[in-house]
C-alpha cells in the first residue's frame, strides 16, 4: 500500500480535529494536513448542543466559520445560579450573571451539533487529505519523522502528530503517556426540553445535594439540559416514562421555565476527571479529550479543547515561519506550557465547586451560599468570573482574541 507523507497528521475528525486542520490550513503557508478518523465523515445525528464561550466563538469566526453555525445558535445572554437542600421548593437566587463580554458579543451561545459539524465539514477545502474511515494501529514518533500504521496496510508519515481522538485515546496509548483518573461517581444525565415560558436566553444553574442540574437557552422555548446525579440513581431516572422524567425535571426547576416536556431520549454518561500525565510526546502534541476531561459543572470541556487547538495552532504556525521541525520537543513544549497551567487550574476549579456543592451539609450550605451573595455584590469579581468563563484572555493566544495568525 502506498505511503502518504505530510507536515500534520490529526487522528480525530472530531470539533477539535476538524479545528485544528482549518487553523492550520487556512494560515499554516503550505503546511500539509491530514486527518485520520475512524467513521466516515459525516454529518452526525445528533440532537444535542453545546455552549461554546466566546473566545472560542472568536476561532470560529477568524476560520469564516461561525456565521452558519450562528444561525442556528441561541446567545446566552444571562445565568442564575441558585443552591437548595433536597427538599426545597423555593429555588433562591445567590448568583447571576449578565451582559456582554464585548458590545454586542454575548459571553457564550448553544450551537446545535449538527450545525457545528456541518460548518466544520463545509469548511474542509481539497488541501486537507482526508482518510476515513481508516483505523491507526501504531505509531512511531523517534527519529527525524513520526510513522503511523494503518490497518489497511499503508503508513502515514508526518513531522507532527496530533491526538485528537478523545478521552480514550488510542494514540496516547501508543505513545506511553499515561493518565491521572477519579470517578466522582456521577454521572452526566442529558437531553432537550420543551417548556411553557421564555427563557429570554437565560441560562439556569440549580446547584443540589446530587450534582448541579443545567439548563441551557435554546432556539425557541426549549432548552438543553445537563442534569449531574448520583450514579446509583440514574438506572431508575433512565427507566422512568417521559412523562415521570418531565415532572422530576419540573420539580428540581421549581416553577423556572413552567411545565415541561421531555423532546428526546434520556441518555446519561459516566463523569471522571482525567489529566494526561504529559500533553506532549516525540513528534505527538495531545488535544482535547485526549488531554484532559473535567467535570462539565462550569460547562467548559469543548471550550477547553479549542483553546488547546488556538494555542497549538499558534505554536506551530510560528515555529514554521522560523524554519524549525514542527514536532521536535523545544517547539512542543511551548504548548505545554502554553496549555498545562489553565487546563489544571481549571479541573481544580471544577472539582472544588463539585465537591463544595454536592452536598447538603448545612453549615457548609450556609457559607458557600454567603460567599455566593457577596460575589453577586462584587462587580468586578463577577466580571472576572464572566471574562473567564467566556475564554478571554488579552495574553491568551491570537485566535481566542480573534485575531488571525
Known sequence: ??????????????????????????????????????RDMTIPKDSRATAIAAGVRRVF?????????AERAQPITAMRITDSAGEDIARPLFLSFSGDVAPGEAFAHMVPNAAMAEALLAAVDPSITLLAPAQVHSFDGKGGRARLGLADGSSLEASLVIAADGAQSSLRDMAGI????????????VTTIAHALDHEGVAYEHFRPSGPFASLPLPGKRSSLVWTERSENVGEILGASAEQQAERIEAVMGSTLGAVRVEETVMSFPLRLQLAHSFIGPRLALIGDAAHVVHPIAGQGLNLGLKDVAALAEVIIDAARLGLDIGTEQVL?????????????????????NRLF????????????????????????????????????????????????
Open 358 to 405: 454536592s452536598n447538603d451539609v448545612g453549615a457548609i450550605r450556609a457559607l458557600r451560599d454567603l460567599g455566593l451573595g457577596l460575589v453577586d455584590r462584587t462587580e468586578p469579581i463577577k466580571d472576572a468570573m464572566i471574562r473567564a468563563a467566556a475564554s478571554v484572555s488579552p495574553n491568551g493566544p491570537k485566535l481566542l482574541n480573534g485575531a488571525g495568525l
Open 178 to 189: 499515561g493518565v491521572f483518573r477519579h470517578d466522582y461517581g456521577q454521572s452526566g444525565i
Open 1 to 38: 500500500m502506498a505511503d502518504t507523507k505530510v507536515d500534520v497528521a490529526i487522528l480525530g475528525g472530531g470539533p477539535a480535529g476538524l479545528t485544528m486542520a482549518l487553523a492550520l490550513s487556512r494560515y499554516g503557508r503550505g503546511l500539509r494536513v491530514a486527518i485520520v478518523e475512524r
Open 333 to 353: 513544549e511551548r504548548y505545554q506550557r502554553w496549555r498545562r497551567f489553565d487546563t489544571a487550574t481549571m479541573a481544580m476549579v471544577t472539582d472544588g465547586m
Open 61 to 69: 469566526d477568524a476560520l469564516d466559520i461561525w456565521q452558519p453555525m
